[in-house]
């Protein structure tokens, strides 16, 4: 299995290699240059594994220029109780008939980044020594605030490692700030930037594919790597949990092997989507992948009409983890629909750095309209959801995952389908406890660990040992930078000269 560039066809690299480098020179993500194949007896098998056993069965489709047993060594440190408040590692609970939330976010920092996130300090630090690279890794990441803390948590004091966070000042939760702001490690570093998560992205991606930065990072003995979903190594962690998920319903009973599911997913940068998608390609039986999003609600519109255009208000909500307009993996999805066309890619792509729009091809229109359903939210729709699923089931949802119980239901009103669902449940409510205690009514006026003790009252959901933790930890990193002093930033972090 060789990785692509989106926007080079001629570029064949190792997933050792598409990992360490995260982003290709072109500018281009790295794609598989096929999807591997699985039978539902390989499903129907995995049903008996633990996750870590599954996880080392996708893995192999994928990685395949690791070993198996460093596939087991990257698996086994990630994927174990003292990293996960829970064996099963991703918890599937019944809300109700045919409907289950797919909890991802019994990890350490209480947001699904942490699948992946765990294990890709693993999946890289193995990268690096499979292709005797003899440099440090610099890992800088945009967050929209639960990347973030997950790399950092994923990525403290790992030897031969540094990483740098960006954050934007006013756009994320006061327990995700507290999360990236008291980050202990000595190999970590966190900034606040004046703009929103785009800025935070494009700011990165530009340091990543400046030639003159990487040459003195080099120089340095240094070089960039990310953590942000255009890595491979993050989007693959992420296939395993919807393969993983599949066989566990079946061996529960729940469904029938073959029997097809909806999938949904509350969305931002389209990677947690994506690899639904993947998962659905390698032979997992799925009807349609619903996209939610909130009322950034540019790929609501791009998967009905076909036309991306980000050029519209940013809008500050209550699931800031989505408040994104330019989703970076919807390129690997165009890559693989318009079949492996680099030519076309450069050329949306390039509409979109130029004027922010371009419009895909009838043919893709076409398979979009396919393959995904699409719908959004605002700020008091995804209120009066959680509201509605706390009265009527006793199951607290976070702002994202309400994102996606709302879009849903709106799916089931327009279609009527009775297929069996899989809703993306993303993050804790314990990280947005303020706004998950408005929205049920209570209007407490307390600091972000006294909103934790009220929530604590009326869900069941225990309080993340983790959050609660955070209360006595010192606050180390204060800065905050205009979006174009990131690069003085990294210089000065990492003393280059
Ligand atoms: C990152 C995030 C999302 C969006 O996921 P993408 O892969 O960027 O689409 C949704 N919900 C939460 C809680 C997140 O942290």
Known sequence: MFYKSTRNSDVNVTSAQAIAQGISEDGGLFVPSEIPAISLDDIKALGEKSYAE?????????????TEAEIRYCVEGAYNTKNFDTENIAELAHLFDGTYMLELWHGPTCAFKDMALQILPYLLTTAIKKINLDKKVVILVATSGDTGKAALEGFKDVPGTEILVFYPDNGVSAMQKKQMTTQEGENVGVCAIKGNFDDAQNGVKAIFTNKEIGEKLSENGMMFSSANSINWGRLAPQIIYYVSSYAQLVKDGEIEAGEKINIVVPTGNFGNILA???AKHMGVPVNK???????????????????YDRNRPFHATISPSMDILISSNLERLLYHLSGGNDAQIREWFGALAASGKYEVSDDVKTM????????????????????????????????????????????????????????????SPYKFSGSVLSALGNTADCDEFGLVEELAKVSNIPVPASLAALKDKEIRFTKVIDKTEMKDFVFNSLYVK
């Open 54 to 66: 599954r996880a080392l069965f996708i893995f192999s489709k994928y990685l395949t220029d690791y």
């Open 276 to 278: 639904g998608y993947y």
């Open 289 to 307: 992948l619903i996209c939610a999003s909130n009322a950034n609600n540019v790929l609501t519109d791009f998967l009905t009409t076909g036309i």
């Open 368 to 427: 979009l309209r396919d393959e995904f359903y699409a719908g959004c939210c605002d700020d008091t729709q995804t209120k009066a959801t959680i509201k509605e699923y706390y009265d009527k089931y006793s199951y607290t949802c976070d702002t994202h995952t309400a994102v996606a119980v709302k879009v849903y239901e709106d799916y089931v009103k327009a279609t009527g389908d009775k297929t069996k669902t899989v809703i993306a449940s993303t993050a």
